[in-house]
């Protein structure tokens, strides 16, 4: 409301409300309410005037106030929607006009631009020609309106509106403007206070899921005004309930209603290769090639993401057999994307934005390139996915860097996709609506490379809690990143029904090393193709700082911080501000004033690497000393950054990333996590072609990115692998297994570290380890755990009955007393506040052949006493179950903090091992 005042009578500003981006939603709610297309016509021209200017924002044109009141007034009875619509569509005209254009003129950018004949510096010449000549990129995509990289079309004209407004019609007639004397009446006379519209997701009594029409769950709910027309996702499926704009106000309308279990406010999500699985071992297990996996696969992976570009070689499905028949799932169809685009490997697609739009605004509001279908405009999902299942694809590499055969862990699993992500980010309603069809469609394992901003929301009010715990229910693994915040206690995802995932490094280095005029080298790192044919001067950021901006300012090489005269056509040496600097932009900014390359200190992400639009490298604190050494003895520091160089077999290896989340879980502190790390840092996997913000403005179809959205799709293909190894195995007994088999020594025999000084790490680092898949294939035990257990343990810390309602859908009463929290069955095992002794109980069930013995070894948290009862524990036959005591007798308060230690079951062949967390208030 507040972005309209002030602009006229009271029609005008419901109108404005109704039509302008994040109170567009109420435009929205309307169409989606009755499931087509209808909206709220603008019978105020100035509105419609109003309303092409909001979605023209920052695109090039000509147009004028008078212009502007033209099409207003030509645009009699277009809704906002329409106009939205329109100006896409106008967006197309000046591609086709640049086709078609026969004078160019040379910007100092270097861009051919289209102009008249007249105009200076005008070249009689077509764009074929000029991309004939080598003068322009020849790079296409299926975008046309990105149709040549460095062609650029002439601005909007009003010509151009009036091309597309003579064919184009609005959606509604007038009588609908009755819609609008509703919201009239709805608003009153006059809007003076803000009225704040979020959106809220409702979770109804679920009873028996049944086939109950999607309008007698509204009917039996909405029944206040408006609340009908604002529901944007049904969720009818794995559980039922839907989401909605409405006022807080109306949410706790809803929220008294004894048929709602809960109603919570929708948040953002952030989004969080050829050498991992051999760093892994994964081609050399025997039992892993004698799996029908490579070929006729029946286990299905659904990747909650950014979609998939479909052409990618990587998802070729030569090999397998038909779609399993379990598969309930559909292709939809969309921009760009159709039935062909699915196949035996790509087995289902679907995309959700109602929520993203209903809050952020339409997508064609941020004037990014983006597909409104399953396809792939950011290249993240793409990657995710095919390190889970991705086709066997030989000599692929990301400009000769990191070449090798590409492969998924799983490369015979089938991958159905959930597109819920635009733009980095994932509303909480979309990923709810995908985990629900997921769910439906028969899925055997869900990955999400994606999680809320830490803190970590609890439980019972966040979308991917509730929706994985239905997929756990139904015996769907889910396996999620625990985030790229770096920091203790920002660990997210972290739901002990969910298989939380840290990143690590592997045993490879980038290095784009520095010749200096000296003769001397410096070791860098980052992703670097370009070749610097020559030496060029040297000058660091700070010493080049534009009138009146400060020294500091200058040296973090931001926007318009540097005197363009002083770095042209030097190397600019820059550092680093924050944590979350943007390291890429900088060399964006750089070239934009003229410098031809650039080195930045960053001693924290120097093994993480970035890719730039010029030639550049990350050095840490030894190389710096001796680049500014240099610097300062020399009146003219010259230097040569060399194109990146792929180095193996790096040790130590692996450890964990630097800008991997960390544990203590803060909503329940005695399940440890992360559960477990993999492969997360310079990852090679495919990419969408469009996808070129992260690529440094190039175009690949292989791309190197870091994360735990990398390492998360990584223990997703084990999982898939067990789950075909061993179709009965529950989700916690897949976790069990790949947790207690995980490493925790590096390539060199010791304790793994943290990147990028190998500092001393915990399990709040690494959980249990670092993922060991040979391994986890024959575990010799397993610690299960069923939704029963799960609700048990939220009642021990306290959940109540509304909460566990929330979580579940249904009445759920806890035991009296509660069984204690510690002695949930978890694989590890944490106390979170221990007052004296205490024993604990864990449940071990046999997967093994033979008659065996295993024998409980200790690794002492310090400060703490632990036995073992039984300690050997005699198994007879497969699948039986037999439980022990851990009793813990404290010596010496841990003061606050956190001591580890570990307890390891052995029989000689099989090592399964539990980390321990106490942390000891009292002995």
């Not at 010449?125 to 299926?142: N, Y």
């Not at 390891?904 to 967390?917: E, F, M, Y």
């Amino acid at each position: 409301m507040h972005y309209i005042a002030g602009v006229g009578h009271n029609d005008e500003k419901v109108l404005v409300l109704a039509a302008t981006n994040t109170p567009y939603a109420l435009d929205q709610a309307i169409r989606r309410r009755f499931d087509k297309r209808i909206y709220i016509p603008l019978p105020d021209a100035k509105a419609r005037q109003h309303m092409f200017k909001v979605h023209l924002g920052d695109t090039p044109h000509n147009l004028n106030e008078s212009d502007y009141e033209s099409l207003g007034r030509k645009t009699e009875g277009f809704s906002g929607s329409d106009i939205a619509v329109c100006v896409k569509d106008v967006l197309f005209e000046p591609v086709r006009k640049t086709q078609d254009a026969m004078f160019f003129v040379r910007t100092p950018s270097d861009n051919w631009v289209p102009c008249g004949p007249k105009q200076q510096g005008a070249v009689q010449i077509t764009m074929q020609e000029l991309a004939a000549q080598g003068l322009a990129s020849k790079v296409k995509s299926v975008v046309r309106r990105f149709y040549c990289l460095e062609i650029l079309p002439p601005p909007i004209s009003k010509a151009d509106f009036d091309k597309v407004l003579a064919r184009q019609r609005p959606t509604v007639s007038k009588s609908d403007l009755e819609v609008h004397e509703r919201f009239t009446k709805e608003f009153g006379e006059e809007v003076l206070d803000p009225v704040n519209y979020s959106l809220y997701i409702k979770l109804l009594n679920m009873g028996k899921v049944t086939s109950l029409p999607r309008f007698c769950i509204q009917m039996e709910i909405l029944s206040f005004d408006g609340a009908q027309e604002a529901a944007l996702h049904h969720y009818s499926k794995s559980f039922r309930g839907f989401s909605a704009m409405l006022t807080p106000e109306q949410a706790q309308q809803l929220a008294d209603k004894d048929s709602v279990v809960s109603v919570f406010q929708s948040k953002m999500n952030k989004l969080h290769t050829t050498h991992s699985w051999e760093f892994l071992g994964i081609d050399s297990t025997h039992q892993y090639n004698q799996m029908p996996m490579v070929s006729n696969s029946n286990i299905i992976v659904g990747v909650i993401d950014t979609g998939i570009w479909p052409e990618s070689k990587s998802f070729n499905d030569k090999g397998l057999g038909p779609v399993p028949k379990k598969f309930k799932g559909e292709c939809v169809t969309g921009d760009y994307f159709g039935l062909a685009n699915c196949n035996r490997k790509i087995i289902g697609a679907r995309f959700y934005s109602k929520g993203f739009e209903a809050e952020s605004g339409p997508l064609e509001s941020f004037n990014l390139p983006f597909f409104r279908s399953a396809r792939d405009s950011e290249g993240h999902g793409t990657h995710t996915a095919s390190t889970i299942a991705g086709s066997i694809v030989a000599n692929v590499s990301l400009f000769g860097m990191a070449r090798g055969t590409a492969r998924g862990g799983a490369p015979g699993a089938r991958l159905a996709i959930y597109k819920a992500c635009w733009f980095d980010n994932c509303n909480d309603a979309d990923i709810l609506s995908a985990l629900d069809d997921a769910i439906s469609d028969g899925v055997d394992i869900l990955s999400l490379s994606l999680g809320p901003n830490p803190p970590q929301p609890s439980y019972f009010e966040n979308a991917i809690s509730i929706g994985s715990f239905h997929a756990f229910q139904r015996g769907i693994l889910v396996s999620a990143s625990a985030g790229n915040s770096g920091f203790p206690r920002t660990a997210t995802n972290v739901a002990p029904w969910i298989l939380t995932v840290a990143a690590s490094t592997v045993d490879r280095e980038f290095n784009s090393v520095i010749y200096l005029g000296n003769s001397k080298v410096l070791k860098g790192f980052s992703l670097n193709p370009i070749k610097m044919e020559t030496s060029y001067g040297l000058i660091a950021g700070s010493a080049a700082a534009a009138p009146g901006v400060m020294t500091k300012n200058a040296s973090f090489c931001k926007n318009n911080t540097l005197d363009q005269t002083l770095v042209k056509g030097k190397i600019v040496v820059c550092t680093i501000e924050t944590f979350t600097d943007n390291r890429s932009e900088k060399s964006i900014f750089l070239r934009d004033a003229g410098a031809v390359g650039m080195i930045l200190i960053d001693s924290a992400f120097k093994d993480v690497g970035f890719q730039f639009v010029i030639p550049g490298t990350l050095i840490g604190q030894e190389e710096t000393e001796e680049l500014q050494a240099y610097m300062i003895s020399e009146k003219n520091p010259v230097g040569k950054i060399l194109p990146t160089v792929t180095v193996l077999n790096t040790k130590p290896a692996p450890e964990v990333a630097v800008f991997s989340s960390m544990g203590p879980n803060i909503i329940t502190p005695d399940i440890i996590k992360p559960d477990i790390t993999g492969p997360g840092v310079n990852i090679l996997a495919a990419w969408s072609p469009v996808a070129t913000t992260a690529t440094a403005e190039r175009s690949v179809n292989y791309n190197i990115i870091s994360g735990t959205s990398m390492s998360c799709p990584h223990v997703s293909a084990v999982a898939a692998i067990l789950k075909s190894y061993q179709p009965s195995w529950s989700p916690a007994a897949i976790m069990s297994a790949i947790m207690t088999t995980a490493m925790v020594l590096d390539n060199t025999q010791h304790a793994i570290g943290r990147d990028p000084n190998g500092t001393p790490t915990t399990p709040f680092d690494y959980g249990s380890g670092h993922i060991n898949p040979i391994g986890a294939l024959n575990p010799g035990l397993i610690y299960d755990f069923n939704s029963h257990d799960i609700i048990n343990f939220l009642c021990s810390t306290g959940a109540s009955p509304a909460q566990l309602k929330n979580l579940t859908g249904e009445l759920v009463h806890c035991q009296n007393p509660p069984t204690p929290s510690y002695n949930f069955n978890y694989p590890s095992i944490g106390v979170a506040n221990m007052n004296g002794s205490l024993s604990l109980y864990r449940t071990v069930t046999y997967y093994g052949k033979d008659p065996t013995v295993y024998v409980a070894s200790i690794d002492y948290p310090t400060g703490v006493k632990v036995e073992v009862t039984p300690a050997k524990l005699k198994f007879t036959k497969i699948r039986e179950k037999i439980s022990f005591r851990v009793d813990f007798i404290p010596f010496k308060n841990s003061n606050g903090s956190f001591v580890f230690g570990s307890l390891t079951w052995s029989n000689g062949i099989h090592r399964v091992r539990s980390p321990i967390g106490l942390n000891v208030v009292s002995v």
